[in-house]
């Protein structure tokens, strides 16, 4: 982690504000490519990861764009309320799971509202790469666009395509349609709501899943569609249940498990536990590699496939 100092707050849709982090006198900010994200320590106790959504070739700042969720999990409201122009914060270096492959030749990018965020710096990179692109930004009103001044500036009129829904189902972006072909030598890579994400997953079925990129910030949705099973503890024998809206990780806790955890996402590595038996539905954003898969889990968002699993602590 690295202490920054956050040097100006915009206010930039509803909601929304932009925070701009700069380094201390005398010292420098780390490098970062299109897609990168930082964990950062908030106030309250929350460390939260935001994506860096300005231009990967600037190295004097971090633009950390929060939208914020009173009714979420109190990072994003911590940041609005307790974080001033002048405080210093502290942010881990970027690390990126959602990294812009630069060999295709066609890409196209979808967001749900703050989800633009990589995103937008990947239209930084890919522009300056003179690359093919187009962009789709998913919002439910006006008032919650924002970077459309960047947007306009980096993207072709024609591949610039803003889907304000009103609240009208009717009006939502086309996945289908749009998705309906392959395109040779092209990427997606979305970023957005769960239910943008199935839906781009559901439209790409006949496309080769590497070729679909995804990253969220937000929880999975638990809405009672998800399996129960059960959890072994080796070293105790203890049995715990896992109902279909809670995670395991929610279930050790309250067993008082001593877990570490950050990000609830699958995204940051710190709740990673080895299995030793059991089928596992791994949940975590390609964090793991297919041969960790096999004997680790991610406990925040992974789920037993099977009736049991037998967790390695
Ligand atoms: S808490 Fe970050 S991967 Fe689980």
Redesign the pocket.
């Known amino acids: 982690m690295v202490k920054l100092v956050v040097d100006a707050i915009h206010d930039v849709a509803r909601s929304i504000n932009l925070f701009e982090l700069k380094a201390v006198a005398g010292c420098q900010l780390q490098a970062f490519k299109a897609g990168a994200h930082v964990s950062v320590n908030l106030p309250g106790g929350y460390v939260r990861q935001y994506s860096l959504c300005n231009n990967p070739e600037e190295t004097h700042r971090y633009l950390l764009a929060v939208l914020c969720e009173p009714d979420g999990r109190g990072g994003s409201l911590a940041f609005h309320k307790d974080v001033k122009e002048g405080d210093m914060l502290e942010v881990s270096v970027p690390q990126n799971h959602f990294p812009l492959d630069q060999r295709a030749m066609h890409y196209t990018l979808i967001a749900g509202g703050i989800g633009i965020t990589p995103l937008l710096s990947m239209a930084y990179k890919l522009k300056a790469l003179r690359k093919a692109f187009d962009v789709y930004v998913c919002l439910r009103s006006e008032q919650d666009i924002i970077f459309r001044e960047e947007l306009e500036m980096l993207v072709a009129p024609e591949s610039l395509h803003f889907h304000v829904t009103d609240g009208d189902p009717a009006k939502r972006l086309d996945l289908e349609s749009l998705l309906a072909k392959p395109v040779p030598s092209g990427l997606v890579y979305c970023c957005g709501s769960q239910r943008l994400m199935e839906g781009v997953e559901k439209a790409t079925t006949n496309w080769h899943p590497k070729k679909i990129r995804f990253e969220s910030f937000t929880p999975r949705v638990l809405d009672g569609s998800d399996c129960e099973f059960n959890v072994k503890i080796a070293s105790t024998g203890e049995l715990m249940h896992v109902g279909a809206t809670e995670t395991i ?1 929610e279930v050790l806790r309250r067993h008082n498990v001593d877990v570490t ?12 536990m080895k299995y030793t038996d059991g089928e596992v539905e791994h949940h ?1 954003q390609d ?1 793991l590699t297919t041969d960790e898969r096999r004997s680790r889990l ?4 992974s789920r037993g496939r099977s009736q049991q699993l037998t967790l390695d602590c």
């Open positions: 990780l955890f950050s990000c609830e996402v699958g995204l940051c590595r710190s709740c990673v975590d964090l991610t406990v925040c968002v």
